[in-house]
């Protein structure tokens, strides 16, 4: 009986099957939709770590991958570990909200836990960086990442001048404390700013094509809810009460009382 002709793999499948076979590369993000996004697709630690695609690049949201942001919600903790090692890693960005990266050796048996059980909880995470941990430093303004954010200083959730009228502060020599402080989180900042990019919705202004490298990541996030009018049990959704503008832009939406709408002024810009 004659035997039977294997079928026939393309160059391309036939490389892609024994890359597969070959990498070892195991990288999983934790998203606050989506608690266990696993994939095998670097061919090496570096990669996995530094390279576009890796877990750097993912918590600065540089590049392409920060859509996954958009797509998946926050990212908690990146881990990368080999299938055949001791010991893999985990990072994530600094509680202080500081631009800084943090990362920690890990046991593989705590990580083989996490991907049996395909999630990792806030209070896991938090314990895996109870112990000493690595910090990483931004990119510096001497020597900055080619697509890296500029970040001179820790940013608190807003900006000095967002803070809208009729909101109740106290100024001294050295700082400023709010009384109110309300809504002004940075995961609903993130978030909005994930949906419209750092564009004014006003007058188009992107920071990072008018100014370069300092203006990356540069842009007010605007309330169109008053934000003095805001009670404590009030939720701010990110895409219908939030919205990015440039300072001008800003200004003049706070120039009435109400403010303008976001409409408003864009029509009277077009009008001028």
């Not at 266990?36 to 600065?60: C, E, P, T, V």
């Amino acid at each position: 009986m004659p035997r039977q002709a294997r079928p026939c793999l393309s160059s391309k499948k036939l490389a892609f099957t024994r890359s597969a076979r070959m990498s070892s590369i195991n990288f999983a993000v934790v998203h606050d939709r989506k608690p266990w996004r696993k994939h095998r697709i670097h061919q090496s630690l570096h990669a996995a770590i530094d390279g576009n695609d890796g877990a750097r690049n993912l918590l600065r949201r540089i590049g392409r991958v920060a859509d996954m942001w958009r797509k998946y919600g926050d990212v908690r903790c990146v881990f990368v570990w080999e299938d055949d090692a001791d010991d893999g890693q985990a990072f994530r960005l600094s509680l202080d909200r500081d631009g800084t990266i943090q990362s920690q050796k890990l046991g593989i048996d705590r990580i083989l836990k996490f991907d049996k059980q395909k999630s990792c909880s806030v209070q896991e995470i938090a314990d895996c960086f109870a112990e000493n941990f690595v910090p990483e430093s931004p990119p510096s303004a001497a020597a900055p990442c080619p697509d890296a954010p500029i970040s001179p200083v820790p940013f608190l959730g807003f900006y000095p001048d967002e803070i809208p009228e009729g909101t109740s502060y106290v100024e001294g020599l050295a700082q400023q404390v709010l009384v109110n402080h309300y809504e002004r989180s940075a995961e609903a900042r993130n978030a909005c700013i994930g949906h419209y990019q750092c564009i004014c919705q006003v007058c188009g202004i992107d920071f990072s094509k008018r100014y370069g490298p300092i203006g990356k990541g540069f842009i007010h996030v605007h309330h169109r809810v008053p934000i003095s009018s805001i009670g404590i049990n009030y939720r701010v959704d990110p895409i219908k009460d939030l919205v990015p503008v440039c300072p001008n832009c800003h200004a003049m939406l706070h120039r009435s009382e109400p403010p303008l709408e976001i409409e408003e002024l864009r029509a009277l810009l077009n009008d001028g």
